[in-house]
């Protein structure tokens, strides 16, 4: 679970980053890239989701 949310603070930190470059500079690559970090993260907030469950319903 530890790997699983510092892969998710690190891929919100670049989708942050980058969602703020395009936003104040108007850089649109940057733009992409926070498009891409944005689909990148549901899955690993779908798994956090469902271990999360799993470790509520073992307690």
């Not at 992409?32 to 993260?41: Q, T, V």
């Amino acid at each position: 679970m530890k790997e699983l949310l510092d892969q998710i603070e690190k891929l919100t930190a670049s989708f942050q980053r980058d969602a703020c470059s395009q936003l104040d500079k108007g850089n649109k690559a940057a733009g992409l890239r926070a498009r891409r970090a944005s689909l990148e993260l549901e899955p690993l907030l779908k798994r956090f989701r469902k271990l999360s469950l799993d470790a509520a319903n073992t307690k």
